[in-house]
């Protein structure tokens, strides 16, 4: 019967952490799920745009490889296989390095 009042004191206000618990364990969970590891790969994306160099072999949103060969404030220019074309695309449509050590001869 104690139980039974307990929960009718929480329904109507008495406890309304109670109530609230279920949302902020959803919030915390959505936290440490969807947000956090998101700003790390955020913020290793950013060191990564920020560190690159000529010569660096990298891969743009749209799958394209190429090898840098020009750097400006917002443009990065590649040189694309096997004709050598030099494109020029913006700095933030850099996803990926590539590693030469884990490409095959």
Same mark, same amino acid.
């Given at each position: 019967?104690?139980?039974?009042?307990?929960l009718f004191q $929480? $329904?109507?206000?008495?406890?309304?952490?109670?109530?609230?618990?279920?949302?902020?364990?959803?919030?915390?969970?959505?936290?440490?799920?969807?947000?956090?590891?998101?700003?790390?790969?955020?913020?290793?994306?950013?060191?990564?745009?920020?560190?690159?160099?000529?010569?660096?072999?990298?891969?743009?949103?749209?799958?394209?490889?190429?090898?840098?060969?020009?750097?400006?404030?917002?443009?990065?220019?590649?040189?694309?296989?096997?004709?050598?074309?030099?494109?020029?695309?913006?700095?933030?449509?850099?996803?990926?390095?590539?590693?030469?050590?884990?490409?095959?001869?």
């Amino acid at each position: 019967m104690y139980f039974a009042n307990f929960l009718f004191q $929480a $329904a109507s206000g008495g406890v309304a952490l109670i109530q609230f618990l279920p949302y902020i364990a959803i919030l915390l969970v959505f936290y440490f799920l969807l947000f956090l590891p998101n700003q790390k790969r955020q913020k290793k994306l950013a060191e990564l745009l920020a560190n690159l160099k000529n010569g660096d072999r990298v891969v743009t949103v749209g799958g394209v490889h190429g090898t840098i060969v020009g750097l400006r404030d917002e443009y990065v220019v590649l040189r694309v296989p096997p004709d050598a074309v030099k494109l020029e695309v913006q700095r933030g449509a850099i996803t990926a390095l590539e590693n030469p050590e884990q490409e095959t001869p």
